[in-house]
Each structure stands twice: as structure tokens, then as C-alpha cells.
């Protein structure tokens, strides 16, 4: 089984949410530490944003953010949302099947029991695992590189324990 590049870039877009505990992160910003076209990551928003998964702030200083706590989403979830079709087989889609066997054959079973270890597995690992297991996650999709949006200078200030001017 293969899971989607949609599925594998919607799990890096919540993990950069929950990396970037809890303030909004633009897609323009998401995009760039990933390689990849923004218009490839709004598409993959939509059934996040669907699902409660993510949510959006419009405005000028938009972005999006969890729409729950990283340790509340299960790679399940995720997996669920984003991935059109969980078949491993043809006999997997009875109303297709050609198999003359198919209702005489353990395959469809085992399969089935197959997906279901890895749905199983899927559920007991969360967002907030995988953020967890690197310490260095920040520095790696370039967080702590990324200017302030209109912060005024007494809150820098503030946030540094400086005076200000």
C-alpha cells in the first residue's frame, strides 16, 4: 500500500502548525520550508479545513493554525480525509470483481485484516508524536528564520526583555 502525496503533504502541514505552537502559519511560509507550489498545499487545506483539522483565519494577517490540539489528531485521521480509496485489491471492490473466487477466497479477508493493523497502527501515533520525536523540527522547516508580521516594536521589545524606544 502507498499512500498519496496528498496524504504525505498534509501530515507536513500539520506538522508545521504544531511546530509553530499555536500562531498562525501562512502557506507561503509552509510552502517554502517544503519545496512545494502553494497551489498544491491550498488544494490539500480544503479537506483539512472540512474536517476540522485545520482552520483558516482570512484577513492580512491570515493563516492557518490546528483546528484541535496536535495530540488530538492521529495519523488516522488524517489518512481518512485524504486518501480516496483503500483497496488492495480488485475483490476489495465486491461490485467490480471479476474473480470467479471471490466469494470463496481468504485473500479479501486477509487483506482486510491487513488494513486494518494499519489503520490500527495509524491511530496510536498523533501529529504531536511526530513533532515530539524532533527536537530540532523549528530550525529544520525554518521557523525561528521568519520575520515578524506587523509586531509592533514594543511587543519585540516585550518578547526580549528590552526596553523600548
Known amino acids: ?33 517544503y519545496t512545494v507550489s502553494e497551489l498544491f498545499l491550498f488544494k490539500i487545506l480544503q479537506p483539512l479545513v472540512e474536517n476540522g483539522l485545520v482552520e483558516t483565519v482570512r484577513g492580512r494577517n491570515g ?36 474473480c470467479p473466487l471471490i466469494d470463496s477466497c481468504g485473500l479479501n479477508a486477509a487483506l482486510r485484516e491487513a488494513l486494518g493493523a494499519f489503520f490500527a497502527v495509524l491511530e496510536r501515533h498523533t501529529i504531536a ?18 520575520a515578524p508580521r506587523n509586531v509592533s516594536p514594543r511587543k519585540v521589545a516585550a518578547q526580549h526583555n528590552v526596553p523600548a524606544a
Not at 483497496?87 to 471479476?98: G, I, K, L, P, V
Open 1 to 33: 500500500m502507498r499512500l498519496t502525496r496528498q496524504t504525505n503533504y498534509a501530515i507536513r502541514i500539520l506538522m508545521y502548525c504544531a511546530t509553530n505552537d499555536g500562531k498562525l502559519s501562512r502557506i507561503p511560509e509552509i510552502a517554502a520550508a
Open 63 to 98: 493563516g492557518v493554525r490546528l483546528g484541535r490540539p496536535a495530540e488530538k489528531i492521529t495519523l488516522f485521521d488524517v489518512v481518512r480525509v485524504t486518501e480516496d480509496n483503500f483497496s488492495m485489491a480488485e475483490c476489495f471492490d465486491n461490485d467490480t470483481a471479476d
Open 129 to 146: 508524536d511526530l513533532v515530539a520525536a524532533r527536537p530540532n523540527m523549528r530550525e529544520a522547516l525554518g521557523i525561528d528564520d521568519l
